[in-house]
């Protein structure tokens, strides 16, 4: 994930894909940061990612908040109509 900083320095979050075993789902890990190249930003610093089967430990976090985002909102739910005697 590009252009992210750490204590004001440009770098990168480091997003892996983890299938997880017995199973078609796969989930996002975020591994860490690293710093970016400042002559060559196509340079990427070496990320090692372990072959085979790896157990993973970690917290559920949300995403990366938005910075900005393009397009109309989404309108709101409305609410369900209630029946005239006010049952539900």
Not at 10 to 16: A, I, Q
Not at 36 to 61: I, K, S
């Amino acid at each position: 994930l590009d252009n992210r900083q750490m204590h004001g320095v440009p770098g990168f979050y480091v997003l892996t894909p983890f299938a997880l075993e017995g199973s078609e789902q796969t989930v996002m890990i975020q591994r860490g940061w690293v710093q970016r190249n400042f002559n060559d930003r196509a340079q990427l610093m070496p990320v090692e990612t372990p072959a085979g089967l790896v157990e993973v430990t970690g917290r559920v976090a949300p995403p990366p908040a938005h910075l900005l985002e393009l397009g109309k909102p989404a309108a709101p739910a409305s609410a369900p109509a209630s029946a005239p005697d006010g049952a539900p």
